[in-house]
């Protein structure tokens, strides 16, 4: 992947950016889908499927199960809408839809923040090593554990 500088969206540019970007993929932007991204993009840390379900539910004003919203996130994750935090099984929102990128995630051990950073030279590393050993990389994803800068200073 080629390095390059994109924008990171926000609040409604940040919608707006992650409709194009689905209807590019050939799905539908659906209320409910429309729900669960904004329900996602709404939390400071990964969300899960239930938390997200949970919010939307609140929202809609009727209990919407969270089987419905892992298949939407599902989506979203193969449109390049939201990233899997694997270690926490839950989600975040991709500031930047219309670039792919693989993911580098920082995360808190203490507070769960999780930070996203993109590095096309170290994950660019990672595939060309994994592909050198007859492996045929998919979707690498680096996850780094430890403790976030608030976090470090609390202790401190």
């Given at each position: 992947m ?8 926000s ?5 707006q950016?992650a ?9 539908q932007?659906?209320a ?14 990964p969300a ?6 949970e919010?939307?539910?609140?929202t ?12 939407i996130?599902?989506l979203?994750v193969?449109a390049?809408?939201?990233?899997r ?10 500031a ?13 051990d ?7 950073i993109?590095?096309?030279h170290?994950t ?25 800068e608030?976090?470090?200073?609390k202790?401190?």
């Amino acid at each position: 992947m080629a390095h390059h500088h994109h924008h990171e969206h926000s609040g409604d540019a940040l919608a707006q950016a992650a409709e194009a970007a689905l209807v590019k993929a050939g799905e539908q932007w659906t209320a409910m889908r429309a729900q669960v991204f904004s329900a996602l993009a709404g939390f400071e840390k990964p969300a899960s499927a239930y938390d997200i379900a949970e919010a939307v539910s609140k929202t809609e004003g009727r209990r919407v199960a969270a089987n419905s919203v892992y298949r939407i996130l599902d989506l979203f994750v193969g449109a390049n809408l939201a990233r899997r935090v694997e270690s926490a099984n839950a989600y975040v929102a991709n500031a930047h839809p219309d670039c792919l990128h693989d993911c580098i995630f920082l995360v808190c051990d203490s507070c769960g923040q999780t930070t996203h950073i993109d590095d096309d030279h170290i994950t660019d590393t990672v595939r060309a090593k994994a592909t050198g050993a007859g492996f045929a990389p998919i979707r690498p994803v680096i996850e780094v554990r430890g403790t976030c800068e608030a976090c470090g200073a609390k202790a401190a």
